[in-house]
C-alpha cells in the first residue's frame, strides 16, 4: 500500500524522494517543483510571507510604542498588562488551537467527509465562544487578584496602572482566541497567507491611534494604546471571518461536545496548550520574575523578545505550520507513515537550521546593532539599546533548540501523541523557573554586576531549558519513527560561516562609532548576511543556493 495524502492547492500528492524532500519548498521564499502555477507560493512560503508582513508591521509598532514610553514605568506596565493577550494570541495563534483542532479536521478533510468537519469547527466555535466570554467576565472582575501572577514585583503607581490596563485587554485576548479558530479553519484549507496576514491591521491601528494621540499625557497615551489593541483585535477577526463562511458555506455555531471527533479536539488541547505553548509559558515566567529586577527590566524583555521571536516565527513556525496539515494528513501502514514524516522531518529540520543560526550568531554579536537601529528614538536611548543586546544575546543561547523543537512536536501531534510533548514541556518549565531565578539574581551579584543585567540570564536560562527539552523530543521521536539528525558537516559550516560573518560585522561596527543607529544597521547588517549567504553557497549547501535562486527568480 502506498501513503495516500490528499493535499490540494498546489501540494504533491505523493510521498517524496529523499532528494525531493531536501528540495522540496527549501526555503520560505522558493516555489515547490512541478506548481500548475510557477508564480503560486509554497504553503510553508505563504506562511512566511504572512507572518513577515505582520511582524515586519509589530517592529514598527514597537518602535513607536518605544519612541513614546522608552523604558520607564508605563513601558513597564504596558508590557506586563499585554502580556494578557499576547500570552493567548500567541500560544493559539502559534499552534495549541490549530493543533488539537487542524490534526482531527485535517483528517476528515483528508477522508472526504466534509459534513463532519464543518461540524466539528462549527462545534469548536461555539465552545469557545462561551468560555472566551466566561473568561473574559471572571478575568476583568479578579484583576486586581490576577496581577500577582502577571506583575507581582509592581508597587504602588505601577500596580495601580497595570490592573487599569489588563481590565481593558482582557476583552482583546477573547478575540485573539475566536481569530485563532479562523486560523485553524483556514490552515487546515491550506489558506495560509491571510490567516497569518490579518495581524497587520492590529499592528496598523495601534501605530495609528498612538501617533495621533501621541501628545496626550503619558498615563491617558497608555490607556489609549490598550484600547487600541482590542480595537485591532476585533479587525483580525473580522477581517478572517468573510473567507471562513466562504469554506463554511452552511456555518451555524453548536454549543455540543458529544461528538467523538469534538471530544478528541477537547481532549487533545490541554497537554497541547501546555507542551507547544512552552515558549509562552516560558516567556510568562520570564517576565514574572523581571518585575522583580530594577525598573525598565520588564520592557526591556519585551523589547528584546519581539526581536527574538521573529525568526521563531518565519521560519520555525512557517515551516511547522505548513507541514502539520500534510503530516496529519498521512495515510498508511505505520510504516510507510513513519517513513513519510522522516523524510519530510529531515528537510524541515535542515531548512530551520539554516536561517536560525545566523540569527542566533546575530543575536549574540550584533544585537546592539539590530536594537538600535529598530528602536532608538524619542525616549529610547542606546543605553537602552546595549540593555536590550544582553537580553538577545542570551535567547541565543536555546534559540535553535527551541525552533527544531517545533517541528518536533508537529510530528508527535501528526501521530496524534500529546503526552509525550506534554511531559517534556513541563520538565523545560520547571527548569526554566528554577534557572531563572538563579540566573536573575545570584548569579550577577556573584559576579559583581549590576542587577540590571539579571535580565539577561532569563533568557539564557530559558535556552539551556530549550536544549533540554529539545533532546528529550528528539530522542523520543527517533524511538517512534526512526533518527532523523541534522549532518554534524551541515551544521558545522552553518555555525562556522555565521561567526566569521558576525565578527566582521562587529568589527565593522566597532570601525563606525558615533553614527546614527539606523545607518549602522543599514551598513553592518546587510554585509553579514551577504557573507553567510555567499559563503554557504560557495561551501555547498543546497539550502542557500535554492535560496538565492529563488530571490534572483522573483527579482
Known amino acids: 500500500m502506498q501513503v495516500r495524502i490528499r493535499i490540494s492547492h498546489g501540494f504533491a500528492n505523493h510521498v517524496p524522494s529523499e532528494a525531493a524532500a531536501d528540495a522540496e519548498d527549501a526555503v520560505p521564499a522558493l516555489d515547490e ?6 508564480g503560486a507560493l509554497g504553503a510553508s512560503s505563504r506562511v512566511a510571507l504572512g507572518i513577515l508582513a505582520s511582524r515586519l508591521t509589530g517592529l514598527v509598532r514597537e518602535r513607536v510604542i518605544g519612541y513614546y514610553f522608552g523604558v520607564g514605568m508605563f513601558a513597564d506596565a504596558f508590557r506586563a498588562s499585554i502580556r494578557i493577550p499576547n500570552l493567548l494570541s500567541n500560544l493559539f495563534g502559534e499552534g495549541v488551537l490549530s493543533a488539537s483542532f487542524v490534526t482531527v479536521y485535517s483528517k476528515l478533510l483528508a477522508a472526504g467527509e466534509d459534513e463532519k468537519a464543518e461540524h466539528v469547527a462549527e462545534a469548536v466555535f461555539g465552545i469557545l465562544s462561551l468560555v472566551c466570554a466566561a473568561a473574559v467576565v471572571l478575568g476583568v472582575s479578579l484583576t486586581p487578584l490576577l496581577i500577582d501572577l502577571i506583575a507581582p514585583g509592581f508597587k504602588g503607581e505601577a500596580r495601580e496602572l497595570t490592573i487599569h490596563l489588563v481590565r481593558i485587554l482582557f476583552p482583546a485576548a477573547g478575540l485573539a482566541v475566536m481569530s485563532a479558530w479562523c486560523l485553524g479553519v483556514l490552515n487546515s484549507h491550506r489558506r495560509f497567507l491571510l490567516a497569518y496576514l490579518a495581524p ?13 494621540l501621541g501628545r496626550s499625557s503619558l498615563d491617558q497615551l497608555v490607556s489609549y494604546a ?28 453548536a454549543f455540543e461536545w458529544t461528538s467523538a471527533h469534538v471530544r478528541t479536539v477537547i481532549r487533545n488541547f490541554g497537554p497541547i496548550f501546555l507542551s507547544r505553548g512552552v515558549v509562552q509559558v516560558s516567556s510568562y515566567v520570564d517576565s514574572m520574575i523581571a ?3 530594577p525598573s525598565g527590566s520588564v520592557a526591556t524583555l519585551g523589547y528584546a523578545q519581539v526581536i527574538s521571536i521573529l525568526p521563531v516565527s518565519l521560519f520555525s513556525m512557517s515551516i511547522s505550520a505548513a507541514e502539520l496539515p500534510a503530516l496529519s494528513s498521512a495515510l498508511g501502514t505505520p510504516e510507510e507513515i513513519a517513513g513519510f514524516l522522516r523524510k519530510r522531518l529531515s528537510a524541515g529540520l535542515r531548512r530551520i537550521a539554516f536561517f536560525i543560526v545566523p540569527s542566533a550568531v546575530a543575536f549574540l554579536l550584533l544585537g546592539d546593532v539590530l536594537a538600535g537601529g529598530l528602536y532608538v528614538s524619542g525616549r529610547f536611548h542606546q543605553a537602552d539599546a546595549v540593555w536590550v543586546w544582553s537580553v538577545l544575546a542570551g535567547s541565543a543561547v536555546g534559540l535553535l533548540a527551541t525552533s527544531l523543537g517545533r517541528l518536533y512536536s508537529s510530528a508527535f501531534y501528526a501521530l496524534l501523541d500529546t ?41 539564557a536560562s530559558a535556552g539551556i531549558a530549550g536544549w533540554v527539552e529539545f533532546s528529550l523530543l528528539r530522542r523520543g521521536l527517533g524511538q517512534r519513527i526512526g533518527r532523523t539528525p541534522l549532518p554534524a558537516m551541515f551544521t558545522g559550516t552553518l555555525w562556522t560561516v555565521a561567526f566569521t560573518g558576525g565578527i566582521i560585522g562587529y568589527l565593522l561596527k566597532m570601525a563606525l562609532p558615533g553614527g546614527h543607529p539606523v545607518l549602522t544597521a543599514v551598513l553592518v547588517l546587510p554585509i553579514y548576511g551577504a557573507i553567510y549567504f555567499a559563503g554557504t553557497a560557495l561551501l555547498g549547501i543546497a539550502e542557500s543556493r535554492l535560496f538565492i535562486d529563488a530571490v534572483l527568480r522573483r527579482l
Open 33 to 38: 517543483p512541478k506548481r500548475k502555477n510557477p
Open 200 to 212: 497587520v491591521v492590529l499592528n496598523a491601528t495601534v501605530v495609528a491611534i498612538v501617533i495621533s
Open 226 to 253: 490598550a484600547w487600541a489593541y482590542v480595537a485591532g483585535n476585533a479587525m483580525v477577526f473580522l477581517v478572517q471571518l468573510p473567507r471562513i463562511l466562504q469554506l463554511l458555506p452552511g456555518f451555524r455555531p
Open 291 to 293: 518585575t522583580w529586577l
Open 419 to 459: 503526552r509525550t510533548p506534554l511531559r517534556f514541556a513541563i520538565i523545560r518549565v520547571v527548569l526554566t523557573t528554577t534557572l531563572g531565578f538563579l540566573f536573575a539574581f545570584p548569579l550577577p551579584r556573584w559576579l559583581g554586576l549590576d542587577p540590571k543585567w539579571g535580565v539577561a540570564g532569563l533568557t
